[in-house]
């Protein structure tokens, strides 16, 4: 599982400003045919910035000013608007964190499926139909024919969540950006689209890069996950890895904030003091030294920088020694 | 749907009653024709007389029932001043007022949401500024003075187009420009707004995510999404260009409903101002109910909304 | 050019009907004189001539009886006898037809055709302007009137006159074609289209344009650049119309008749004219122009004398006393506005109220409470006659008038109900002496009638404003 | 009914709305969100609701807190009736029941400062002015954890979390004696909605508040909540105490759900048995007879499609819906 | 509160002003500052006529040795000061009547889309009605009913106007009312009025702003073409309308006429709809999080 085999997507140092605050600084992290690496962080941390950035969707008020993002032997960054366009939705697609808002709501979702197909391939409309149809049956919607001509508003949410799916699977991408596929849904329809997942990247070796807050999900699904925090990678590492030995003081104390059958009823749940910083307020230290437990005055000035932790796992702390302290800390 | 029409309808002849009635009120209470009509120097008695030949010394009361009872004989009634039925009147107008409102319209629209169309789009950068000071100069110029402008450039200067009247299409050029000017604006605005409003919605994003092309993404896409409030525009201006062209018709000898109504209103001419004022409720209520049908197939969820 | 069979006569408004017992606008006659003879008319020099009629004889104060032309044809083919004519006399004093006009024949009492070519008519009173006010009556036809009803008579006219209706696109034009078999003389022009062009620039263009022939209603500063193009020029006659000041004399600051008379003095009239008017007017001291009936010169005007006028306002306690000045967009704002400026030079507080004509005429013809103090108008009775100006404007109890002077009255009374020029005349001086003192109104200028024509026509407006087209014609 | 009333007692409430389609709205339809439901909250007590997406959570709560007719039954609040209550009488009993709605975001005026948000049920009960208002405001804020200088800041420069404790300090001004809270925390990451879960219980644990917990979150659901109820379709299907219902879930349906929470820990969630629905989901336009799960049950038989089951009591104090446990 | 609060939220946003507007701002200052000066500065009185002195370009030098900057309309008036009065009438007339029909039109816009049922019938088909009734048709009828005047020139303004901005309101109090935040203010106990003035209107502000910023100028082209119909300002008092009213008979001979007012109104009109865009931008929540 953890050969080291040719990544497909490779980012590095991904950068992006917004208003001179840096809000992604120097993500880097490389995803193999096949895997799913999963992205997750607090609330407004980047995620979904980097997201992005890796197809040139940024906002218009964000820019991105550094990093590679190689796709097989291409630099995307590199590419021009033009070019962005035609690897889009063919090489690398991305499924929006909110399915009703990306779905235009007076069109049809089969002419929306389709679209995305008849501008890669060129073909005939007729074609198009038939292969959306073929992909909401393989996206496990019943009686796609009829689902083809109604309108998102028609469709429940996790309908359309099945349909961006769809839309982002129908030319075959190599990558696949989910930002929270599953937010919103409730578990059983999450299960479904997980499977779907899950059969992807079994069939097809696609790459999946995934974001999403719920643990129980990275648990599931992924290969290798990335920790995020106020814009940079705290940590990054094999998923069982991850769970088994968090090796950052914000991975510990996230892991430890979900109920589990082992915390009594109503009992209080571990938290993390105090909230995020705002890009304004970075300093030039570790960004979550103004909530860390194990924080020391080094933390406050110097940058940590990604230091392995096995084979796999690299994590930006200064005091990865202490972060038994932690974990013990813990009820 | 079928009962919302029916009560729609309802609501609009009521409102449309609504209308006769203020505009019969006021239009009584500000004095009636008999002083226009006689010669100048007629005695007291005489105009008294022929006040009373024309009935308008009856109490005001009697002389609303007496309209409605010929309303709803459908008899609209004689022109005071011209002795025709009212309704021939304003019927022998209608023509020249509908080809003027399509030639207005024709601008407006086809100028007014290209411009805003590419405004939005090219926010913020030169084409953008460009449009924004014609739109302005469309807002600012009175149209009284447009029009003059436009006889005086076009006509007397370089004799390309008729000053006035009506004939062929060129004549038809210049009042068109005219009156359409100021909707120009106003469509060229409202596109303005709702497209960078739906250019900047999430879908928008979706769709470049799958690799459409951004003029592709308009057509397809957001125009539809920004139609809307583009269509509600519409249907107000239909009714405003039916009526708001006074000056313009005016100005060059355009004999539609505007001018009309301003000299009959001038000439208390009762019974044909309020031909106009129902046919422009209807034209108005029809619009309304007909852009309310618009938003169901342009927006499907119109539909179930109600 | 001299070629062209049409003439086009841009008017500001379409006729409003052409049936010639029911209007009496200026647009509406303007056209349907063409089509229809009247009994009387005026020559160039404005004395009443015969048209229809041949000769007229008083047979007492009250009964006159006319000869009727028997060469005339209507435009059907009809033959036009006396029986036309006293129906149409008859017709116009029917209360029943609601006739605006009835108030200028209601003197009449009947009339009665006695033989083909004759036409007996008597008036309830000795009615000296009887002729004056004949001389608008259009003769229609009674066979083909009884046989097709007003309604439609109003919209497919047919007269005896030298152009016959061709098409009349409503709101649009009102074309007329020549009468070929026209009595007097073949009408000079095949086709006359008359547009209704309410906007005097847009006239102005046309004119310039060559889409129209003949133009009216021009004001005196838009003359130049008519004068200055080729092709075109400008026409104008002095006319019967007279520009006048109104004063209440019966409500506000103006009941003193010092302030009345420092209005008077405070006016400049000439600066009026020749700066306002261009010299399209000409000084007059009474409420009457040389045309009228009644008129006289001998009557000694007010001089332009501010100081007097502040003296006699000072006299009166009336400094700063404030006068509502009506007017409505029928009136020249810049007179107005110079006139407001002009007795405000002398320490009065004018304030211009303008309203639509209809609010204004009926403010100006209400109580005298509420018909403000100043008014500007411009007055023509098209009769020519004193009677049809000052005894409406000052006859006590008349509409207009918010003056009473028994003296004034019974002149007035007594010049309208004789028959003797020379009694008139005299009544009428004194008349206007009284005014003279009084200063209920005050005359300004006799009106000039300003057209723009085709360099290429010929004509020669008259006095009455009338436009015949017999008497135009294209320049050889 | 006996004297010593529940915080909340619902009976027979459905609640309907009317749908129209197509062009000329040829065809109508009644959608039943909430179809004949009853339930009691005692004081201090928490319920959890729970149910698939469009089962009509969002609807009971917005009933019951009156934002929405009942086409019939009858919910009391301390006793007293909100269905058909107007105008002075509604707003009494508003003052005894308070909303957390899902999204925080939503649910303040980004146009009014927080302390503004706050004041405004102590201002228009007219309980507090000046500056015994300003002081209550900072006890609030400071019971939510938050600062009492916050009060002049907007909604949106606070993050999540903060918002959401915001509402829950708005919600709790006037000391209700039940909060609805409609997912109140599915929108948040773990660390987040762990500080509001703390908040929530040690609210109820200092003011005997009940809640009323709409969640599709179980892991949440087990942690803080006493009795849970399981609606599909605009029913409820089963009705169990916490320990009994994770430990039994009797419903397929319950089961089907409690199978698909995925489990924060890979080697535990990758190993385990799922039970995955299958079969057309029905619409509240047009619910089958018979049981409304019948179409994706696993145990279905005959008798599903044809009568619907009633709630039946079991033995262990649970209530389920199901002719096959 | 409402007032306070709004103003809060924008001071916090407007910090950073750009340049564009910051230049339109100083226009708008500009403007209003020369027309409140005008009595100080207007080199001549407005309505002091030299009939001898009609129609001289700009720059002519009058026989009292005054300088004509501006030339001299159809009586001879110093144009510079008339366009300098003007501006206070016009913007006057503009403001008011945009206030008065934004009072009118948004309360009832914002009844009408809150309490629904017969209410917004009502409304909405008094709206309908008022929408049928031609402008110029009221407009006229006012002028004769009550009589010329500044504030009934606003009034007329007013009154025929307010619709549109009814229909904004309702439909984005539609919109707004069905929001969680305002239905938690339902169940803090928050009256109709309170919800109303405290949470609809902020939050329907921005829409409302727009609409009034491009009537503002409407309203100075509406009165000029009442002043065209002889209906506007009553003369002497200047307006840029009523002057381009005139000075539309002398666009051949004096082009200076409507020139200068025109000119003055297309720079007004074009700051306001600058402002107006930007304030919106500045107002719409999904721009500022974008
Ligand atoms: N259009 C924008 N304008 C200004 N700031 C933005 C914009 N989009 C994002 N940001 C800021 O960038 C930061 C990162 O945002 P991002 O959307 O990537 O967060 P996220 O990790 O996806 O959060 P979530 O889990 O809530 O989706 C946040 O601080 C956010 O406020
Ligand atoms: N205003 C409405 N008009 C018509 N149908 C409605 C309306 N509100 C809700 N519904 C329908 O009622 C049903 C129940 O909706 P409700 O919002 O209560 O679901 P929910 O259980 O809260 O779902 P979720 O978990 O997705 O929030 C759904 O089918 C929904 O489509
Ligand atoms: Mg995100
Ligand atoms: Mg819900
Ligand atoms: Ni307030």
């Keep these: 599982m953890h050969e080291p085999i040719r990544p497909l997507l490779d980012v590095s140092d991904l950068t992006v400003d917004i208003d001179g605050a840096r809000v992604v600084d120097g993500v880097s992290f490389t995803v193999a045919p096949g895997e799913v690496m999963a992205l997750v962080g607090e609330s407004g941390c980047g995620k979904s910035l980097t997201a992005f950035a890796m197809l040139g969707l940024l906002p218009s008020v964000a820019r991105r000013t550094e990093g590679r993002i190689l796709l097989g032997d291409r630099d995307l960054a590199t590419f021009s608007e033009r070019q962005l366009r035609k690897a889009r939705g063919k090489d690398i697609s991305i499924i929006f964190q909110e399915p009703s808002a990306s779905l235009d709501p007076l069109a049809s979702v089969g002419s929306q499926i389709a679209d995305a197909y008849r501008i890669h391939t060129g073909a005939s409309r007729a074609d198009a139909f038939e292969k959306a149809r073929q992909m909401l049956v393989d996206v496990g919607i019943p009686d796609p024919d009829r689902r083809l001509d109604q309108f998102p508003f028609e469709l429940s949410g996790g309908m359309c969540q099945r349909i961006m799916i769809a839309i982002a699977l129908i030319c075959g991408p190599r990558v696949l950006v989910a930002d929270e596929p599953t937010t919103a849904l409730d578990v059983t329809i999450q299960a479904q689209i997980l499977d779907l997942m899950k059969k992807l990247v079994a069939d097809h070796g696609t790459s999946i890069v995934l974001i999403t807050h719920d643990m129980g999900v990275v648990a599931d699904i992924a290969d290798h996950v990335a920790v995020m925090y106020a814009g940079r990678i705290a940590e990054i590492a094999p998923v069982q890895d991850l769970f088994d030995h968090p090796a950052h003081p914000y991975t510990a104390l996230l892991l430890a904030s979900v109920p589990r059958l082992d915390v009594a009823p109503k009992a209080d749940l571990a938290t993390i003091e105090g909230s995020v910083p705002t890009p304004q307020e970075f300093g030039p230290g570790c960004h979550f030294a103004s909530r860390c437990p194990l924080v020391t005055d080094k933390c406050r000035v110097e940058q940590p920088p990604l230091f392995a932790q096995g084979y796999g796992h690299r994590s930006a702390c200064w005091h990865i020694d202490r972060i038994a302290e932690i974990t013990g800390m813990l009820p | 749907m079928l009962r919302y029409v029916g009560e729609r309808l309802l609501q609009a002849m009521i409102a449309i009653f609504g209308v006769l009635t203020i505009v019969f009120i006021v239009m009584h209470l500000s004095g009636d024709p008999t002083l226009l009509l006689v010669p100048q120097g007629a005695s007291a008695e005489m105009i008294a007389d022929l006040r009373r030949e024309l009935g308008f010394d009856r109490p005001l009361w009697v002389q609303y029932v007496g309209y409605l009872n010929d309303l709803i004989h459908l008899d609209f009634g004689e022109s005071v001043v011209q ?224 | 050019q001299s070629a062209k069979t049409t003439l086009t006569i841009d008017l500001p408004n379409e006729p409003a009907t052409l049936d010639p017992h029911l209007q009496w606008n200026t647009d509406s006659y ?18 009443i001539v015969g048209q229809i009629a041949t000769e007229w004889t008083y047979l007492d104060d009250t009964t006159i009886e006319f000869k009727i032309r028997d060469d005339v044809s209507f435009q059907d083919g009809t033959k036009l006898t006396a029986e036309d004519v006293a129906y149409s006399i008859l017709r116009i004093i029917d209360p029943a037809l609601k006739s605006p006009q009835l108030s200028q024949f209601n003197q009449i009492d009947t009339a009665v055709a006695t033989d083909a070519t004759t036409v007996k008519m008597t008036t309830k009173s000795p009615y000296p302007a009887l002729l004056a006010q004949l001389v608008k009556l259009s003769i229609v036809p009674k066979a083909y009137m009884e046989k097709v009803g007003a309604q439609e008579f109003n919209v497919k006219p047919i007269g005896s006159g030298p152009y016959a209706l061709g098409e009349w696109q409503k709101g649009v034009q009102t074309e007329l074609k020549a009468n070929d078999g026209y009595w007097r003389a073949k009408p000079p022009f095949e086709t006359v289209v008359f547009r209704a062009v309410p906007d005097v620039s847009t006239r102005i263009a046309d004119l310039k344009t060559g889409k129209a022939d003949l133009i009216r209603d021009l004001s005196p500063d838009q003359t130049d650049s008519i004068k200055e193009t080729e092709n075109t020029k400008v026409l104008s006659v002095a006319t019967e119309r007279v520009g006048y000041m109104y004063i209440n004399a019966q409500a506000g600051p103006t009941t003193d008749v010092r302030v009345r008379q420092a209005i008077a003095y405070a006016i400049d009239r000439s600066a009026l004219i020749e700066a306002l008017l261009q010299g399209y007017g000409a000084q007059v001291n009474i409420i009457g122009a040389p045309p009228v009936f009644g008129y006289t010169d001998e009557v000694a005007g007010y001089d332009y004398d501010p100081d007097k006028a502040r003296e006699l306002i000072k006299e009166a306690g009336a400094e700063g006393a404030k006068l509502e000045f009506l007017t409505s967009p029928s009136y020249s704002r810049a007179l107005v506005e110079a006139i407001q400026q002009m007795l405000n030079d002398v320490g009065f507080d004018v304030s211009i109220s303008a309203s639509d004509q209809a609010t204004f005429l009926k403010r100006r013809q209400g109580n005298p409470e509420n018909a403000g103090s100043l008014a500007f108008g411009a007055w023509s009775c098209a009769c020519q006659d004193a009677d049809g100006i000052i005894f409406p404007l000052f006859r006590s109890g008349s509409q207009w008038a918010k003056y009473a002077n028994p003296d004034y009255d019974a002149l007035v009374d007594s010049a309208r109900s004789t028959l003797d020029k020379d009694q008139r005349m005299a009544d009428y001086k004194k008349a206007y002496e009284i005014l003279r003192e009084d200063v209920p109104g005050l005359g300004l200028y006799q009106a000039f009638a300003v057209y723009g024509a085709n360099a290429k026509l010929n004509w020669e407006p008259t006095a009455n404003e009338s436009m015949f087209i017999m008497d135009m014609s294209w320049q050889q | ?305 044809r009568v619907r089951p009633e709630l039946t009591s079991r033995a262990d104090g649970s209530t389920v819906a199901c002719h096959h446990v | 509160m409402t007032l306070a609060t709004l103003s809060t939220s924008l001071s916090a946003r407007f910090r950073r002003i750009p340049l564009p507007i910051l230049a339109v701002i100083a226009i708008l200052i500009t403007m209003v500052l020369l027309a409140a000066l005008a009595p100080w500065i207007a080199p001549a009185d407005p309505s002091r006529q030299d009939l001898f002195a009609r129609l001289k370009p700009p720059g002519f030098v009058g026989r009292s040795g005054i300088t004509y900057w501006f030339g001299t309309d159809d009586l001879g008036r110093d144009l510079l000061s008339r366009v300098l009065y003007g501006a206070g009438v016009s913007l006057g007339v503009a403001l008011l009547s945009v206030i008065v029909s934004t009072l009118v039109g948004v309360s009832l816009g914002m009844i009408a889309g809150w309490f629904r049922g017969w209410v917004e019938v009502v409304i909405m088909r008094l709206v309908d ?74 939050n329907i502000a921005g829409p409302v702003l727009v609409v009034a910023t491009a009537e503002f100028g409407l309203m100075i082209l509406t009165e000029a073409g009442l002043s065209f119909l002889g209906l506007g300002i009553q003369p002497p008092t200047p307006s840029w309308g009523s002057i381009m009213s005139v000075g539309r008979e002398y666009v051949e001979r004096a082009w200076w006429i409507v020139l200068f007012p025109g000119l003055s109104l297309f720079f007004l009109v074009f700051s306001v709809n600058l402002l107006g865009d930007w304030l919106r931008d500045q107002l719409d929540p999904r721009s500022r999080t974008r």
């Design chain 5, 129 to 202: 009605i008022m929408m049928s009734i031609p402008a110029v048709l009221l407009a006229v009828l006012t002028v004769a009913v009550l009589g010329p005047g500044f504030l009934k020139l606003v009034l007329v303004l007013g009154l025929t106007r307010w619709p549109r901005y009814t229909r904004v309101a309702y439909g984005q109090t539609l919109q707004v009312a069905n929001l969680p935040f305002i239905k938690a203010s339902e169940l803090a106990g928050a009256g109709a009025a309170r919800i109303l003035f405290h949470h609809v209107l902020p």
């Design chain 3, 30 to 47: 303007s056209v349907y004189r063409n089509i229809f003879d009247n009994l009387l008319t005026r020559d160039v020099s404005g004395e």
């Design chain 2, 83 to 306: 002795r025709v039925p009212a309704i021939d009147i304003v019927a022998s107008r209608l023509p020249y007022t509908i080809q003027l409102a399509a030639g207005a319209l024709t601008v407006a629209i086809g100028v007014g949401i290209p411009a805003g169309i590419l405004m939005a789009t090219r926010r913020g950068g030169w084409l953008d500024r460009v449009l924004t000071a014609v739109v302005v100069t469309g807002q600012s110029v009175p149209t009284f003075l447009s029009a003059i402008l436009l006889i005086f450039v076009f006509a007397v200067t370089l004799g390309w187009l008729p000053a006035s009247g009506i004939g062929g299409l060129s004549n038809l050029v210049m009042p068109s420009i005219a009156l359409g000017a100021l909707s120009m604006s106003t469509f060229a605005r409202m596109t303005r707004i709702s497209v960078a409003d739906e250019l900047s919605k999430d879908y928008v994003r979706a769709a470049r995510a799958r690799g459409l092309p951004m003029p592709k993404i308009i057509v397809r896409h957001v125009l539809r999404n920004a139609s809307i409030p583009v269509i509600s525009i519409a249907a107000l201006e239909i009714g405003n260009l039916l009526a708001g062209a006074v000056i313009i018709e005016t100005v060059f000898a355009w004999p539609g409903i505007g001018q009309l109504a301003i000299q009959s209103i001038q000439a208390r001419d009762f019974l044909i101002v309020q031909v106009i004022v129902l046919l422009i409720s209807f034209v108005y209520v029809i619009t309304a109910v007909l852009a309310d049908f618009i938003y169901a197939i342009v927006d499907p969820r119109i539909r179930l909304a109600r």
């Design chain 4, 1 to 305: 009914m006996s004297d010593t009333h529940q915080v909340l007692e619902i009976r027979d409430v459905a609640v309907h709305f009317n749908g129209r389609s197509g062009l000329f709205g040829r065809s109508q339809f009644v959608v039943k969100a909430v179809n004949g439901v009853s339930l009691d909250i005692a004081a201090g007590e928490t319920v959890a609701l729970v149910g698939e997406s469009g089962c009509g959570k969002s609807t009971l709560s917005n009933t019951i807190v009156g934002l929405q007719q009942p086409v019939e039954g009858s919910i009391r609040i301390a006793g007293e009736e909100v269905v058909g209550a107007r105008g002075k009488a509604l707003n009494d009993i508003r003052r005894k029941v308070q909303m957390i709605f899902q999204d925080p975001a939503l649910s303040l005026d980004p146009r009014s400062t927080i302390g503004a948000a706050i004041a405004e049920p102590l201002i228009v009960r007219g309980i507090a002015r000046g500056e015994a208002l300003k002081s209550r405001i900072a006890k609030l804020l400071t019971e939510v954890g938050l600062r009492p200088e916050h009060a002049d800041r907007y909604p949106h420069q606070f993050s999540g979390g903060q918002r959401q404790r915001v509402v829950i300090a708005r919600a709790l001004a006037l000391e209700p004696a039940l909060v609805v809270c409609d997912e109140p925390v599915s929108a948040l990451d773990v660390s987040v909605r762990a500080q509001i879960l703390n908040l929530l219980v040690a609210l109820q644990k200092r003011t005997g508040v009940a809640y009323l917990f709409v969640s599709h979150d179980l892991s949440v659901v087990r942690h803080i909540c006493d009795r849970v109820v399981v609606m599909y379709l605009g029913r409820f299907v089963e009705i169990a105490d916490r320990d009994t219902f994770f430990a039994n879930p009797k419903h397929p349906y319950t089961k089907a759900l409690m199978s698909a929470v995925p489990e924060a820990d890979p080697r535990l969630q990758r190993s385990r048995e799922r039970l995955i629905l299958t079969g057309e989901l029905p619409s509240p336009s047009n619910i089958p007879p018979g049981c409304a799960f019948h179409t994706r049950c696993p145990l279905a038989t005959e008798i599903c499609s």
